[in-house]
């Protein structure tokens, strides 16, 4: 049986890096050390995505299962299990990742930046191509802008950005 794996276009970190810098300038919050993922998901997304179907939608892990996050490109769907969304809502950094990992899918796979196509089997997709790769790297470049914490500690990252110890590591070596 062969597994389905999804190839998106090529981009690059600079190429996410300048993306999300020009996200955080269109949403007023180039200078912003933290980010609301969830005020953006629930309030601002859909009013700014509307014409996209942009949706935002808390699921039980019941429904869910291991899924902490999926996002179906083409509808604008984005659904995020309940214990991962309380998370955030507490400030969890791991939490906030996923939303903002999940906005990255809607943002950059939807069709309205890159959309996707199919592979089959066990084709290599090269990293940039990967678009959990680009997803991540959006959560990251977005959530710990690369110049705002460019002369900040890990420690000072986690506690200003409201991020992972091990997400501020490593974007601090990006």
């Keep these: 049986m062969s597994e389905v794996h999804y190839k998106s276009q090529p981009l690059s970190r600079s190429d996410i890096r300048h993306y999300a810098k020009k996200l955080r300038k269109n949403l007023l919050l180039e200078d912003a050390e933290y980010i609301d993922v969830i005020r953006l998901a629930e309030y601002i997304f859909p009013v700014l995505f509307k014409k996209y179907g942009f949706s935002f939608e808390v699921m039980p892990q019941e429904i869910m299962g291991n899924n902490h996050g999926l996002t179906n490109p083409q509808s604008g ?41 199919r592979t089959i089997g066990h084709e290599p997709i090269p990293t940039y191509c990967d678009p959990e790769w680009q997803a991540t790297a959006f959560a990251g470049e977005f959530l710990m802008d690369h110049d705002i914490i460019a002369h900040m500690t890990v420690d000072e990252i986690v506690d200003r950005c409201k991020v992972s110890f091990d997400a501020a590591r490593y974007q601090k070596l990006k």
């Design 77 to 117: 769907q984005i659904f995020i299990r309940e214990d991962v969304y309380d998370g955030a809502c507490c400030g969890g950094g791991r939490d906030r990742l996923t939303i903002a990992h999940e906005l990255g899918h809607f943002l950059l796979h939807d069709g309205v930046t890159l959309g996707l196509a």
